[in-house]
C-alpha cells in the first residue's frame, strides 16, 4: 500500500495540478503505414506454418518479412506474452518502451511495434485485431498492452520469499529460446525482454496508480494478426495467468493453449519495403 504524502500542499496546488499535458512524442511526422494496401492482400493467403504454444509454457517460430503473422485464441480466454527478434541478430528485438510512447499504452490495428536502440525501426504493423472493439473500459482497462514486462520468478520471490515457481512467463520464454537459439539458460535469459501483453486486459487504477489486470474478453476464434516488417523470431508465453482475471505465477488458474498460424500473401502490399535501421550516425556529438 501506498503511503500518504507527508508533505503539505502549497497554496497554488490546485494551479500546478491544472496545468493541461503536453504529448511526449508528437507523431505528426512520424511515417505511418499504408493499412489499405496491407488488407488489401489479406484475402489472399497461403498457410506456411502452424505452430500450438502449450498451456504454461513458450514456443518460438519464425515469419519471413512480408508475410503475415496471427495469434489465435483456441480453447479458451487465454492471455499471451509475446517477444520478437530481428531473425539475423537477436540483438534487436521488440522495445516495448518506445511501442509505447509512440502508440499509447494498448496497441491496436494500425499500430507499428518498433525495435530497441540503435535500430529503432517497425519491426511488424498489426493488421487484424478482431478484440478493437474493446477500447477502454469504465475502469481504464484495454486490451494488448506494452505497459506489463512479463511475470517473472525474481519478482514471485520477492512477494512469495521461498517460491521457486518455473512457468513464470519470464522463464517459459528463456526455456523456448534457448531450444531455438541454441543458447544455454543463462546466456538465452538475457535476451529475453519486456513483452506485448497479447489479449490480456490491463490499465492503471485511477487512485493509486498501480497496474491492473482483469478478465480478458477474448474468446475462441478471436486473432491478433500482424505483418512482418523484417525477418522475425516470434517467442510468444501461455502465461500461468489463463485469462488473468485472479493472478498469475500459479498454477490454479485454468489455462489453454495458443495458436500462432504464419501466412504467405500472394503479393506484397503497394508500395512496401523493408524499413532500414534507423538514420542516427550514431556520433552522440563526439
Not at 62 to 82: M, Y
Not at 98 to 106: D, E, M, V, W
Request: proline fraction near 7%; include cysteine; charge should be negative.
Amino acid at each position: 500500500m501506498k503511503q500518504h504524502s507527508i508533505t503539505a500542499a502549497p497554496a497554488d496546488a490546485e494551479a500546478r495540478k491544472s496545468v493541461a499535458p503536453v504529448v511526449c512524442y508528437p507523431t505528426d511526422t512520424l511515417p505511418r503505414p499504408n493499412l489499405a494496401a496491407y488488407r488489401e492482400i489479406r484475402s489472399d493467403l497461403e498457410l506456411t506454418a502452424r505452430v500450438v504454444v502449450p498451456p504454461r509454457e513458450a514456443e518460438c517460430w519464425t515469419v519471413p518479412a512480408g508475410h503475415f503473422c496471427r495469434i489465435l485464441s483456441f480453447e479458451g480466454p487465454q492471455v499471451g506474452d509475446l517477444n520478437l527478434f530481428n531473425a539475423h541478430d537477436f540483438n534487436e528485438r521488440l522495445y516495448t518502451g518506445k511501442t509505447r510512447a509512440l502508440n499509447g499504452t494498448h496497441v491496436g490495428l494500425g499500430d507499428q511495434l518498433f525495435s530497441n536502440l540503435p535500430f529503432l525501426r517497425p519491426m511488424a504493423t498489426i493488421t487484424h485485431d478482431t478484440l478493437d472493439w474493446y477500447g477502454f473500459d469504465k475502469f481504464g482497462g484495454g486490451v494488448h498492452d506494452v505497459i506489463g514486462t512479463r511475470c517473472d520468478p525474481y519478482t514471485n520471490n520477492l512477494l512469495h520469499e521461498g517460491s521457486q515457481y518455473h512457468h513464470c512467463c519470464h522463464s517459459n520464454l528463456t526455456r523456448a529460446f534457448a531450444r531455438h537459439s541454441g543458447k544455454s539458460p543463462r546466456e538465452a535469459e538475457a535476451y529475453i525482454h519486456d513483452v506485448l501483453n497479447v489479449f490480456m486486459c490491463t490499465g492503471f487504477t485511477r487512485d493509486t496508480g498501480q497496474y491492473f489486470m482483469k478478465a480478458s474478453p477474448v474468446r475462441p476464434g478471436d486473432f491478433l494478426e500482424f505483418f512482418a516488417e523484417i525477418d522475425l523470431v516470434g517467442c510468444m508465453s501461455a502465461c500461468p495467468g489463463g485469462d488473468c482475471s485472479t493472478e498469475h505465477s500459479s498454477d490454479r488458474a485454468r489455462c489453454y493453449p495458443l495458436v500462432v498460424e504464419v501466412y504467405r500473401p500472394m503479393r506484397l502490399p503497394v508500395g512496401w519495403t523493408m524499413p532500414p535501421r534507423n538514420g542516427y550516425d550514431g556520433s552522440h556529438g563526439l
